[in-house]
């Protein structure tokens, strides 16, 4: 019976071998140890004879069975992969491409690694050999892993649980930030949008109106031009009716001996979070685009879009003499405070002359005197402009509704002379069903050269909304269908 042997490495029941060999292999393990023979005392008797002794043939396994070329092949394949990943997240800016590079990057490295494996168990190994090639390839994979891990940083975070979203502002929270009287002029959030060029703006506070009796029976029947061609144009351009609307401020650049403005700007904020799906016809027909990580619709006239600028404030831009690429990069990415960038009278006009309560109005400067008097009931029972109009420089008009209903308004002229003969003028004018105004003259401001002449209409709502009922439009043939 063959004596039984315990192998010095793991300890296991080996059989002694029924040949004297030199060494003998561990069936469990795989190690080879020397092989001495026992005397009946149990002492080893010295090593046998040297004999023409070999290993038995190692078992057969799926790394020893495959050929070493075949894993040169994957090694090489591996490091394909590798480059390739590394070569397009240099080079791409495809969204999608980028997306696939980090897993191109990591069947790459398990291919590196397989073919290694494959390589070095194509013949038996040692535990101490085996136990030194597992910790470099530890190694080999902190090495990877890392690189993976910096390749990766933004698709993981994009995965990333989101805690609660903030919630939006809502109208009562922005109504507390708002002194009493609701917003002054130059305070609209709207205002900070557009552009710095524009030499007139038209500011509408929905809200505030909705909260007036007066106001709400004014946007009922938005008969002054700047309330109308606000509303007109918003619901047209972006299918929002008013009530989901908080304020509107609309600007234009009017360049002299030009009918029409060569831009047209409406800034819309709502009262709470749109949603694009409910957009009106013209936007829904047109396909959006990303542009800096917002949705632009593009719309059917040249160098039109609309811009979904944040949650509640769109911006709707027209050019009549820019394509739509260059409309992109004019889009503003954050919005200025206030009137910040507007002209200096400009700015005094908005602050200065529309006092709080002042909830629809319009400033303007070197515009058309036929835009002027589009917006005044003073026409002098002509469809002529009048004279005294020509002169002014710039001016601030609206519509006060704080305690009564009034349109007011402060005109700058030239010079005195021009200034004396538009209020010659004003005071002359008998207004159907309500009269005369109340015309006085006025210091210019801080910033402002010129002669001030300031007037009041003012009657109950019904009458002054008959007197505000005009022919006139103030961009004729902007926007429209």
Not at 211 to 220: C, P, Q, S
Not at 257 to 272: D, Q, W, Y
Not at 409 to 428: R, S
């Amino acid at each position: 019976m063959p004596e039984v042997l315990t192998c010095p490495y793991c300890n296991a029941q080996v059989p002694g071998p029924e040949v004297p060999r030199a060494r003998i292999p561990c069936p469990r393990c795989g190690e080879t140890f020397p092989y001495r023979l026992l005397t009946s005392e149990g002492i080893a008797a010295g090593p046998p004879p040297p004999s023409p002794l070999v290993d038995p043939a190692p078992s057969p396994s799926l790394l020893r069975a495959t050929p070493a070329h075949r894993a040169v092949e994957i090694g090489i394949l591996g490091g394909l992969f590798i480059l390739i990943s590394l070569i397009l997240r240099a080079v791409s800016r495809d969204n999608g491409i980028l997306m696939g590079v980090p897993f191109l990057f990591l069947l790459g490295g398990i291919c590196l690694f397989a073919s290694v494996w494959l390589w070095y168990f194509r013949e038996r190994r040692s535990n101490q050999a085996t136990g030194l090639f597992i910790v470099g390839n530890m190694v080999l994979v902190a090495l990877l892993v890392l690189p993976y891990a910096l390749l990766t940083v933004d698709f993981r975070r994009s995965r990333d649980p989101r805690g609660k979203e903030p919630e939006p502002e809502s109208p009562a929270k922005d109504r507390a930030k708002t002194p009493p009287g609701g917003y002054a002029a130059a305070e609209l959030p709207a205002l900070g949008w557009l552009p710095a060029d524009n030499n007139i703006v038209i500011g509408i506070h929905l809200a505030d109106l909705r909260r007036d009796k007066a106001g709400e029976a004014f946007l009922k029947d938005p008969s002054w031009e700047p309330l109308r061609e606000a509303l007109t144009r918003v619901e047209h351009l972006t299918g929002l009716k008013p009530e989901t609307i908080d304020h509107i401020a609309l600007g234009a650049q009017l360049l002299p001996g030009l009918p029409v403005p060569l831009e047209f700007t409406a800034v819309v904020r709502t009262s709470e979070p749109y949603n694009p799906k409910s957009f009106g016809a013209v936007l829904a027909e047109r396909k959006p685009m990303l542009h800096e990580g917002r949705l632009l619709y593009p719309l059917p006239f040249t160098g039109g879009g609309v811009w979904c600028a944040d949650q509640r404030t769109l911006l709707v831009r027209v050019s009549l003499g820019s394509p739509f690429e260059q409309l992109k990069k004019t889009l503003p990415l954050t919005p200025r405070t206030g009137t910040e960038g507007l002209t200096a009278p400009l700015c005094e006009a908005i602050e200065k002359r529309l006092p709080r309560g002042t909830f629809v109005w319009m400033a303007g400067q070197s515009v058309p005197a036929e835009m002027l008097a589009a917006v005044l009931p003073f026409a002098d029972g002509t469809k002529s402009t009048p004279a005294p109009l020509k002169g002014v420089k710039t001016f601030a008009v609206g519509l006060a509704f704080q305690p009564d209903v009034a349109l007011i308004g402060d005109l700058e002229c030239a010079d005195p002379k021009a200034a004396a003969a538009l209020q010659t003028f004003l005071e002359g004018q008998k207004v159907e069903g309500i009269g005369a105004p109340k015309v006085v003259r006025a210091p210019g401001g801080a910033n402002i050269t010129g002669a001030w002449v300031s007037f009041q209409l003012r009657a109950n709502p019904d009458a002054l909304r008959q007197a505000l009922r005009t022919g006139g439009k103030l961009f004729p043939g902007v926007g429209q269908p």
